[in-house]
């Protein structure tokens, strides 16, 4: 590939108007976001990239009345929307217009179904299928600041130059693989609205502590990570600037709970500090704690046939994805095992490529051991 074409900002409605014109009759085009989120639990959009063949476009959504003009493009299922690693920026698509893209494609997903690492970084893939090193000079930049420099639209265009091109050549070499159609529909399930449900009342699943927690423990924690969720929302500031996951385990367990013990949230005045506690301490009287404090070392230790069960199929998906040669994880995670265990009918093993690959093989293994133990 030769190189990239100079990277036009666009700020002005005219500008933006042209770029559609000129993207509209195409099959496909490349894109990535910039936004920054350390001090806001919102990611705060502050630029769009978009690239062809001959043409590569810095969007300023912070200078432009609006990106109406481009939904139509992004929603169209006939163009294919190429991005790296592309589930924030969905996120920030999806806040900005309330609703998806259609047709998208993922050249991380592509390329570790190619045999690259698991989560190929995009310089390292350009490194590797173009022999071109992107610069990192503005990996830690805050994109919320104008105007931007010279530099940064160029570090920016670079971000999304080569990935058409990228999605052309694992494209070609997929296809004569037979595992294309697996980017596609791994790509399209990127577009599941539930990825992106930030509901507060389903934030406590997305807490690693909360698995091992049962009966009154667990609805304690349910109410006080969906509080604390509500709040950072209400607020604008990351969960963690409220409560960290630890302090929220510590206080599902504890029966004190004092004033002076809990933390100051980050970010905030005193009055909503003080509104922070008031809250809390309502959400804490309201769902009181466990008789006992369970320590660590005393919660339910996993079923050793279960866990038994858990080592066989880790060794199949193993066998499976050395075959394949691709990493493990791309097949199935812990949790998809899990989920097969638990849930076969919503387990995405038994669905799509992976319901032949995978899921069958597994599936066997798991009849087997029942019938071995008589409980099939």
């Known amino acids: 590939m030769t190189s990239s074409p100079a990277p036009q900002l666009i700020e002005h409605d005219d500008a933006l108007n042209q770029l559609v014109e000129r993207l509209g009759p195409l099959p496909a085009f490349a894109l990535d976001t910039e936004f920054v989120r350390e001090r806001t639990y919102y990611p705060a959009f502050c630029l769009l990239q978009i690239a062809t063949d001959d043409l590569v476009a810095c969007v300023d959504p912070l200078r432009l009345r609006s990106l109406e003009p481009l939904r139509a493009l992004l929603m169209d299922p006939r163009i294919v929307k190429v991005v790296h690693s592309g589930r924030q920026d969905m996120e920030v698509l999806l806040r900005y217009f309330g609703q998806l893209p259609r047709n998208l494609c993922d050249t991380q997903m592509a390329a570790g179904l190619a045999g690259h690492a698991e989560q190929c970084g995009y310089a390292s893939l350009v490194e590797r299928l173009f022999g071109h090193r992107l610069p990192k000079t503005h990996t830690r930049t805050d994109w919320s600041r104008r105007p931007l420099s010279p530099e940064q639209i160029q570090y920016a265009g670079e971000d999304v130059a ?215």
């Open 162 to 376: 080569y990935l058409l091109p990228a999605y052309r050549r694992l494209e070609t070499e997929l296809s004569e693989q037979g595992r294309w159609d697996w980017v596609r529909q791994d790509s399209e399930a990127l577009l599941d609205p539930g990825l992106y449900d930030m509901s507060p009342e389903l934030a406590w699943k997305r807490v690693a502590s909360a698995q091992p927690l049962t009966g009154a423990a667990l609805v304690r924690f349910k109410a006080l990570a969906t509080w604390r969720e509500r709040s950072a929302q209400r607020l604008d500031i990351p969960r963690n600037w409220i409560l960290r996951d630890e302090t929220l385990h510590e206080l599902t367990l504890s029966r004190q709970g004092k004033d002076a013990e809990l933390p100051r949230a980050r970010g905030i005045g005193n009055a909503a500090q003080q509104q922070l506690l008031k809250e809390l301490r309502v959400v804490l009287a309201d769902h009181p704690c466990p008789p006992l404090e369970v320590p660590l070392s005393n919660w339910p230790r996993p079923d050793p046939a279960q866990k038994a069960l858990m080592a066989k199929m880790t060794g199949e998906v193993r066998r499976i994805a050395e075959q394949l040669g691709i990493a493990p994880a791309l097949l199935a995670s812990r949790r998809d095992l899990e989920q097969l265990l638990e849930n076969p009918a919503s387990s995405r093993l038994l669905k799509g490529w992976r319901h032949e690959i995978v899921g069958l093989p597994l599936r066997r293994i798991v009849g087997n051991t029942a019938t071995e133990t008589g409980h099939g």
